[in-house]
């Protein structure tokens, strides 16, 4: 065996582990191969062991005794560890309705929660101002903290819904641009997001992978999103993912080399044709709303890069029924930076540090258009950094850097689902 050709494939499971009387098992499991970077592919995974530090007669040691179970009179082969995954986000495409069967879906399903909009677009009927429309559609359709987007001027706009029923308008936060005008066609997104409320600390679903190499085959099951770093590589928006899996074991009998990957339709997420934008004003943050959403203003910066992490905090639910050690993996807690780098420096924003000022963020991706575009966005967000310090470094132009942090949001009106005041978002356009 010498050639390393791998690739990775993704199943949804229909139970945490996929337990088949006790031992994890991959029948019933349809997986996807993900069109990934080939670099993060390895046979993952430790042991899991207890020392025997034993009364001895002499300078030696003692085998270990695995962390394990026992079936058929043998003990069962375990690891634990984490899958990393890099892809970019190339969208489904305007065939697809959805992410729901994709595996962009399944990936980001393991670490939020989703609401794939009522329709896909919509054509609007008249524009009342930046921040409030009429659709053709009924206004319900505009599931309230969900991201739309529309193409202005040549360029993907993005906002996010803040009440659906405005005597059939909606509103929207932060506001489009001054090109909001005429019959403009909505695009609705797929919108994934941290649950708030009751579904604190939940996700869709749990994942099972499955390595394939040349002589090689492993797979890893119950995993949940331990991280997701979005960042650019020459303006291509890429996502590197970490997932922690409750057990990794090897099945190289069954080899049968890598398996190509299955590609999306869409066009991939570049950092060209959009905007980076924050609000001009301080969202609501601290107490809910009520009755009327937020509809702030908007200030588009000059960004030349950036880097969104987002960091789950995964708790194992433990318990001694089976070979994982635990019932599930809950997300306990979220942290949410975002590091941009300005070009142009904006004064107006030079004493929010001091004044723990909060301020939408949305930063959006183009191109847009049927199953195509993405943004992602912080509803409240504070900065973690003084943004009057400058960074004249690069011998060439100052920049100025911004590092944001999730707050809490409470600008949105209360509507069906959870995605309504979330404190974190991204989307992806999806098809018809």
Known sequence: MSVTHRSISVATESSFGSLVDGLPSYSG???TSIPCE????????DVVVSERNDARDGTYSLPPEPDTVWSGGSRVRRRTGTVEIRLDLTTVGSSVNNY????????????FLTQAGLTHSDAVTSVVDVNNFTPTTTSTNYVTGSI???????????SSVTDNNVSGDVSVSPAFSSSFTGTPTMRLLQTWYC?????LGTTQHSLSFRVDGVDFRSYAYGCRLESMTLSLDNGRVMADLVYQAAIIQDDHGNAVGPVEPSYNSGAPCFFRGSYVVISDAAPTSLTDVGLTGDTLGRIALDVEDFTLTVTNTLTPIGHSNSILAMRDM????VDVELSLTVTTPNTTINND???????????????????????FMLPAAYLANDPSKYDPSGNDIVRQPLTYKMSRFGGDVADTGDVYNSPFRLALGKGS
């Open 29 to 31: 499991l349809t997986y």
């Open 38 to 45: 080939r670099d993060p592919i390895i046979v993952y995974g």
């Open 195 to 199: 649950p708030t409320r009751d579904n």
């Open 148 to 158: 739309i987007g529309a193409d202005l001027g040549g360029r993907a706009e993005y």
């Open 100 to 111: 729901s069967a994709n595996y962009l879906g399944e990936l980001l399903g393991a670490g």
């Open 330 to 333: 809950e997300v306990s807690d």
């Open 353 to 375: 540090f001091f004044n723990r000022q909060l301020r939408q963020v949305l930063v959006g991706f183009g191109p847009l258009a049927a199953g195509q575009g993405g943004a």
